[in-house]
């Protein structure tokens, strides 16, 4: 999806599959990746001077002498709570959750007859994880284990807790993922099917009936965890996953389907606050969008959706992938003719998406390639095979690649707002918190909406990308 597309398996596992098909450079239509910055001719920038380069056109709010309030949004995995053993609790010790705005749950899927579905087959969905494990006193945010007889439990109820912790903090459930996305075109091709696929999506997260399962769920079980749906159809109109249908028409369907979400979300909130007898509540609606412009203009009537969306989240990571045979950024604030940061914040821009609207996607892993030949800085050079990692090849989370940095085996190379690992033979592409400063200090300057993560279980234990992040924008 993104970024690290998740693609799930066992749910046990919980493994994330990264193919080099998956990154924006093997759109059809896209030119082919020319030598990566570091690699081409000419000085070599550092990243805050980058930065700086864009505050003359960006006509940031900050620069208009007024001072914003900047989104941080951490993408929470179900399926973490299993072999990378990160919890709820884990965002609040880390410090985390206190310099996050939102906490967006990946993933909640899709039916082949059309309708979000929160029980299913393994690998489908995962209601033990979402609300149905029973936590501990010492596994939970808030201290306190949960009873045989609670209607709520697991990770919903954790994040309830959560944000009785840290107020102010929004939980979005985010609908499909990479591999979740199979049933998005056809589910949305009637105006009767969008319907109905927003009805059971706002049924189940945001007025929170869930399924019994034994003392667990019923009507309302769930009700107030999640303030808002955030989108991640990976794509609309265009290939995704291998079995992932795709049409002309998903382009203009999006757009409908972005539009029911709108009217369904308000619609229940006045209904709510004339039986509360208080103000409507606003409930977000965002989604996770492509870097590759074949890919937008593909599926997205930018206009259009935009008037619906509160904000966007703007693939910021994948620029290329460890499947890949050629080392290079995965994603670097700026480029020489190939993808980056910027040219995908222009590109959304260009097509008439609101600066404010606009919040950047980075990545709290790396990639990775081993078998590196060519020499120099390893970058734009042959690579025999991904590099081997903790939980898969060519995948590693910015916490081990921390300790590579700090081990004296590899060294740190840093230009046009990226940052690469290398050794020799092995190379790992990623985003450390100097780089994180430039891509803040361009959100600043060019007025943009803010920061997006994927995902925050990447993060060190004391949540050092975030509190970067939160410092850059000035929280």
Known sequence: MRRTTPVR?????????LLAALAPAATAGAAPPAAPPAAAA????????????????????????HQRAYKRIGYFSQWGIYGRDFHVKNLQTSGQAAKLTHINYAFANVSGDGRCFITGPVGEADPWADYVRPVDAAGSVDGVGDTPDQKLAGNFNQLRELKAKNPGLRTLISL???????????AVSTPAKRTSLVSSCIDIYIKGNLPVDGARGGPGAAAGIFDGIDIDWEWPGSEGEADTPYRPEDKKNFTALVREFRVQL????RSEARRTDTRPKHYDLSAFVPTAPAKIDAGFEVPKI?????????QGYDFHVSGERTTAQQSALFARNDFSVHQTVG?????????????????????????????????GQPAERPAPAVHQPGFEDYKVLKRLAESGTYTVHRTYGQAWLFDGKTLWTYDDPTVLNAKTDYIRARGLGGAMFWSLDGDTDDGELVKAVARGLRR
């Open 42 to 65: 000419g000085g070599r920038l550092s990243a805050t001077a980058d930065a700086r380069l864009v505050v003359a056109d960006g006509g940031g709010a900050e620069e208009r002498g």
């Open 306 to 314: 935009m008037k619906d969306f509160d904000w966007v989240n703007l």
């Open 176 to 186: 499909g993922g990479w591999s979740w996305s199979t049933h998005f075109s056809d």
């Open 266 to 269: 308000d619609a229940y909130a």
């Open 9 to 17: 398996t066992a749910v046990a596992a919980g493994s994330l599959s």
């Open 347 to 379: 590109d959304w821009l260009r097509r008439g998406a609101p600066a404010h609207k606009l919040v950047v996607g980075m990545p709290f892993y790396g990639q990775g390639w081993t078998g590196v030949s060519g020499g120099g800085d390893g970058m």
